[in-house]
């Protein structure tokens, strides 16, 4: 169940809500699902509870889930007297919005291991499968009424976050909030047919992927995707990045990336079935969730440098869980000795 202090933060939070006529409700750049569904989930909960108030979202466009809604422009003489809650977001440098620190006051809910204190008040809980499940959480304890529309808006958050319930983070909480959800009038298959949806060009550039991602000797798969080929799909850089997914746990291989040429840097998405990698990703600029990190490198010049890290990292890695795993049998035979 919910901790003492996650439900103490929860109160807290609906507390300044109801203190406030004005808020904004921010989220990060290249803002994902769980970003998106925080900050629309946020929106509906605080309009349908709190009719009277003035609510806006300020930041960048997700295309894959802008079935939710659309950020808007929110002006500084509104900002200047407004509350803000930052969520999703770990650092202020990846807020999509940095004025954060000119409003009456901040709040930041989020779920990142490597997160900030930023705000005036800070739920900050790296357990939690996503910044959704926190929303929803929020609205659980506070008996807030959840509408179709908030309901959809966290679910969704959840359900990207998770990769549908498979990814570390998922607990018994999660699946016990998202059974309140449903209840709430959630048209799970209806969410499950706007971010499952697919193009031809999609289904092509995952061709591409699978006949270009390279191999290491100690079990890295990555795809180095340049802008030309971002162009010749006619992918969104979002779109691109999601293509990571079709090389992920593919046996002998577990740790995999993708290196993608945005216009003023090279990004990099970086998973690791095992061992952590955001300590390894603070080595190039990034940081993020434990198995699920992000670091950037400045050309493809350093690319080969990268390679030959990210394949000791794995060799360790895989060192580490062969160890482990032998313990675990020693520790299996001693048992059966005993009895
Ligand atoms: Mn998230």
Known sequence: MLSKKSIKACKIIKKIIKQYDKIVLIGHTRPDGDCYGSEFGLYHLIKDNYPSKEVHISGEVCEYVSFLG????????????????????????????????????????????????????????????????????????????????????????????????????????????????ADCGV???????????????TIKYTGYIYENCKYTKNGVVYIKITKDIVEKYSLSYEKAAAGLNSIGYIEGYPVWFMAIEYPSEIRLRLRSKYEGINEFARNYKGGGHSKAAGASLDSWDDLDRLLSDIDNFAKESKQKHEFSDLKNAVEIKEEFKES
């Not at 048209?187 to 060009?201: F, H």
Request: include cysteine; aromatic fraction near 10%; charged fraction near 25%.
């Open 70 to 181: 659309t950020p808007e422009i929110v002006s500084d003489e509104f900002l200047k007297e407004a509350l803000v809650i930052a969520v999703d977001c770990g650092n202020v440098d990846r807020l999509a919005d940095k004025r954060i620190s000119s409003a009456l006051y901040s709040v930041k809910i989020d779920h990142h291991d490597d997160s900030d204190e930023y705000a005036d008040m800070n739920w900050i809980v790296p357990a939690f499968s996503s910044c959704c499940e926190m929303i929803a959480w929020l609205a659980f304890v506070n008996r807030l009424n959840v509408d179709k529309s908030a309901g959809t808006a966290i679910y969704t958050g959840i359900t990207t976050d998770t990769g549908d319930f498979k990814h570390f983070g998922v607990t018994s909480d999660t699946f016990l909030i998202c059974s309140y959800l």
């Open 187 to 201: 048209d799970v298959e209806e969410i499950a047919s706007y971010t499952g949806a697919r193009t031809l060009d």
